[in-house]
């Protein structure tokens, strides 16, 4: 295995879109910013270097972090700031992992344009459990606002109302260029802050390999469905002569909430062909069309071979019923007089002041509390709007688990003000997700139907609509992990927690000590 060592300088950076320009913060001045490569059980070295006027911290989004919690990055869960002019070493390796994940920000709203691919390559010598594609490529789809960022979420958390939606959705790149009769690997990557997307091509079927960074059985589908923080890798064989054919991205948003409405284009382009604008057009489905995303969404099995078994997690240690939904807060200083916020079990999330991991690992008392509850305050009807538990708690409670307890979660929306979509990303872990479905989840029927052999695994899960998911993990990570909506509005109103998980007994099952350049609060 290889040390790969990279250096990131954040830096402002003058970037067109929609044809105006802006400064915005990237890394090394590109957007999106540059791919990390590596093997399978390489070791990663980020040397981080802030330049700009913010705050900062950087997350290596689906990367396990076995044992090295402290190279995570969400801000305050796992580490303090790095502050400007100061930087940070993020060392970490790359357990057993191969197949595309992504890094981002994670502080503020600087994910929106501090985000890059990271592909993972299967071990020397080790083939794809599928035909080598003749070429792969990235695609980033990612959120712009003509604004300023962090000026539209300021703005809303001071009116204590939604942030305007994004004024676009791109695609990087805008061309890929092909030749005829060839199959192209595509790791497509949602980097959007807000929006789950679906994305299509124009005369081409999508042949699903793998999500999450973990192969899946393939199938082939028309379009594909992907939320903020998952990747999906996709098989495109170029079946036509030639010809340029439209790449399209859109939202999918079954509530009744404002969204943006544009879609994004890019050309799949065969060589040969003259102009670079596509003439072969698609159209994605409408934004409220459930049924083509949980058709996506059920085709997902995991590959679950004998190199690569799915291990679901049979006997449970913590079963856990958690709500995710919007509530509303009181006040004073805001429009209505009341703000929107967001919950997990009714427990709105208030971040510390100093990093969670630190707490744990040093034993300081006050920061947080390790009785987040395990089941919603009192049973009601979650998928209708109703007023009970309206108003929401705030805590900084933790849940805690033993090194190697089996977890079933289910995650249920709520629709206090309305259901909505929420992709649920879980850090430290991947999970299996084993069931899901639409209205009350019922713990004496449901878990009867629930795909114990072949469940899709992943680190970022689309909890329906007005229904549930139930995902199940085993707890083999010493740390502090984080737990999120990644619809980056609803984090920031509150909708997060965090696990603690302790130490082991055996000699590689504890966390290990921090790295001395470890940043300080
Ligand atoms: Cu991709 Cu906690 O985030």
């Not at 604004?147 to 994004?166: C, Q, T």
């Not at 497509?188 to 124009?202: D, P, Q, R, V």
């Not at 009181?330 to 427990?347: E, Y």
């Not at 649920?424 to 029927?445: A, D, I, S, T, Y």
């Amino acid at each position: 295995c290889m040390v790969r060592h990279y250096k990131f300088n954040v830096v402002m950076k003058n970037t067109t879109r929609l044809c105006s320009t802006k400064p915005i913060v990237t890394v090394n001045g590109r957007y999106p910013g540059p791919t990390l490569v590596a093997r399978e059980d390489d070791t990663i070295l980020v040397k981080v270097v802030n330049h700009v006027k913010y705050n900062l911290s950087i997350h290596w989004h689906g990367i396990r972090q076995i044992r090295t919690g402290w190279a995570d990055g969400p801000a305050y869960i796992t580490q303090c700031p790095i502050q400007p002019g100061q930087n940070y070493v993020y060392n970490f390796t790359l357990t057993g992992q191969r197949g595309t994940l992504w890094y981002h920000a994670h502080i503020l709203w600087l994910r929106a344009t501090v985000h890059g691919a990271i592909v993972i390559l299967p071990k020397r010598d080790v083939p794809y459990p599928f035909p080598k594609p003749h070429k792969e490529e990235i695609v980033v789809l990612g959120e712009w606002w003509k604004s300023d960022v962090e000026a539209v979420i300021n703005e809303a958390l001071k009116s204590g109302l939604a942030p305007n939606v994004s004024d676009a959705h791109t695609i990087n790149g805008y061309t890929l260029p092909v030749k005829p009769g060839k199959t192209y690997m595509l790791r497509i990557i949602n980097a959007a802050l807000n929006e789950e997307l679906f994305f299509k091509i124009a005369g081409h079927q999508l042949t699903v390999v793998e999500v999450d960074a973990t192969y899946v059985k393939p199938f082939k589908t028309d379009t594909i469905v992907i939320a903020p923080g998952q990747t999906t890798n996709v098989l495109v064989t170029t079946h036509r002569g030639g010809g340029k054919y439209m790449v399209a991205a859109s939202t999918f948003m079954d509530a009744p909430i404002a969204v943006d409405n544009v879609t994004a284009t890019a050309t799949l382009h065969y060589s040969g062909s003259l102009t670079s604008a596509a003439t072969t057009l698609t159209s994605t489905p409408p934004k409220n069309a459930t049924s083509v995303a949980t058709n996506f969404i059920s085709s997902l099995r995991s590959l679950n071979s004998k190199q690569y078994p799915a291990n679901v997690p049979l006997k449970i240690d913590h079963s856990l019923l958690f709500t995710v939904g919007l509530g509303v807060n009181p006040c004073p200083t805001c429009v209505n007089g009341s703000r929107v916020v967001a919950s997990i079990n009714n427990v709105t999330f208030v971040m510390p002041k100093i990093s969670l991991i630190q707490a744990h690992f040093f034993n300081i008392s006050g920061v947080f509390t390790s009785d987040f509850p395990g089941n919603p305050p009192a049973p009601f009807n979650y998928t209708s709007t109703q007023v009970t538990n309206f108003a929401t708690k705030q805590g900084t409670r933790l849940y805690r688990l033993a090194y190697n307890n089996t977890v079933q979660l289910v995650l249920q929306d709520t629709g206090m003000i309305t259901p909505e979509n929420h992709p649920l990303h879980l850090h430290g872990f991947n999970f299996f997700e084993v069931g899901r479905g639409l209205g009350n989840f019922n713990p004496k029927k449901d878990p009867k139907k629930f795909n114990l052999v072949d469940p899709v695994e992943r680190n970022t899960i689309g909890v329906p609509s007005g229904g549930w998911t139930a995902i199940r993990f085993r707890a083999d990570n010493p740390g502090v992990w984080f737990m999120h909506c990644h619809l980056e509005v609803h984090t920031t109103w509150g909708l997060k927690m965090a696990f603690v998980v302790d130490n082991g007994k055996g000699p590689n099952e504890s966390l290990l000590p921090p790295p001395s350049d470890f940043p300080k609060c």
